[in-house]
């Protein structure tokens, strides 16, 4: 996935509204979860939603890529961080709140996985907490065929990069590549991301699999890609 792109990932994202997006998760837990105070991040990449969202909780982070997981460390000194998969990753500890932000399920790329990753997520919650899953796009609202292109330009670091947006069968093909420019050098880097495109009967039968209840779709979520919400019943 981010074979590449790690090091200067923030910077490609520079961007996104994190604190904004925190803040209104924020919200949405305490309709759900007012007396919430522990967080599971899943897929937390560089700890940029964790930076925020632990003025409110206890917080814990997972992924499974290591290089973004020494930018999070670095970011968020003291909260503890796992390397795991997020489709079977058993932890000692249960959360109030467990979170799946920004289009990270989507890695899992079928299905059936997406399946199995909700259901470890909700066995890591505590009775009453609950769970928050950012999607990618569904199958109907993927974009195909076109090109796309970003830019970041610091005094230090400039990145311009392009990407060509596929589709094998159910999942999405992009074809990313990188023109990083510093001081020293410009250089050239290649990555391919493949991201599942799964349906909202899927992310909610996924949830009900999971044996959640109170299953909301919201389609503007944090930043206009949707959010699923469900909670572990109490009994």
């Given at each position: 996935?981010?074979?590449?792109?790690?090091?200067?990932?923030?910077?490609?994202?520079?961007?996104?509204?994190?604190e904004?997006?925190?803040?209104?998760?924020h919200?949405?837990?305490?309709?759900?979860?007012?007396?919430a105070?522990?967080?599971?991040?899943?897929?937390?990449?560089t700890?940029?939603h964790?930076?925020?969202?632990r003025?409110?909780?206890?917080?814990?982070?997972?992924d499974?890529d290591?290089?973004?997981?020494?930018?999070?460390?670095?970011?968020?000194?003291?909260?503890?961080?796992?390397?795991?998969?997020?489709?079977?990753f058993?932890?000692?500890e249960r959360?109030?709140?467990?979170?799946?932000?920004f289009?990270?399920?989507g890695?899992?790329?079928?299905?059936e996985?997406?399946?199995?990753?909700?259901?470890?997520?909700?066995?890591?919650?505590?009775?009453g907490?609950?769970?928050?899953?950012?999607?990618?796009?569904?199958?109907?609202?993927?974009?195909?065929?076109?090109?796309?292109?970003?830019?970041h330009?610091?005094?230090?670091?400039?990145?311009?990069?392009?990407?060509?947006?596929?589709?094998?069968?159910?999942?999405?093909?992009?074809?990313?590549?990188?023109?990083?420019?510093?001081?020293?050098?410009?250089?050239?880097?290649?990555?391919?991301?493949?991201?599942?495109?799964?349906?909202?009967?899927q992310h909610?039968?996924?949830?009900?699999?999971?044996?959640?209840t109170?299953l909301e779709?919201?389609?503007?979520?944090l930043?206009?890609?949707?959010?699923?919400?469900?909670?572990?019943?109490?009994?």
């Amino acid at each position: 996935m981010f074979t590449k792109s790690a090091p200067f990932y923030d910077a490609l994202y520079h961007f996104v509204d994190y604190e904004g997006a925190t803040r209104r998760l924020h919200e949405l837990v305490q309709q759900r979860a007012p007396t919430a105070t522990t967080l599971l991040d899943v897929g937390c990449g560089t700890g940029r939603h964790l930076q925020h969202l632990r003025q409110w909780y206890d917080v814990a982070g997972l992924d499974l890529d290591p290089q973004l997981l020494v930018a999070a460390r670095e970011r968020c000194p003291g909260v503890p961080f796992h390397e795991a998969s997020m489709v079977d990753f058993a932890l000692p500890e249960r959360f109030d709140v467990v979170t799946c932000l920004f289009s990270a399920i989507g890695y899992v790329q079928t299905p059936e996985v997406m399946h199995q990753a909700v259901g470890t997520m909700a066995a890591h919650l505590n009775p009453g907490g609950v769970l928050v899953v950012e999607p990618w796009f569904e199958p109907d609202r993927y974009w195909s065929d076109t090109i796309t292109a970003n830019h970041h330009d610091a005094p230090d670091l400039k990145i311009c990069w392009m990407y060509t947006s596929k589709r094998d069968g159910d999942v999405s093909v992009l074809d990313i590549q990188y023109l990083v420019g510093t001081p020293d050098r410009v250089e050239h880097l290649s990555e391919q991301h493949r991201i599942g495109l799964f349906t909202q009967e899927q992310h909610l039968a996924a949830m009900a699999d999971a044996g959640l209840t109170g299953l909301e779709h919201d389609p503007a979520g944090l930043v206009g890609r949707g959010l699923y919400v469900g909670t572990r019943p109490r009994s």
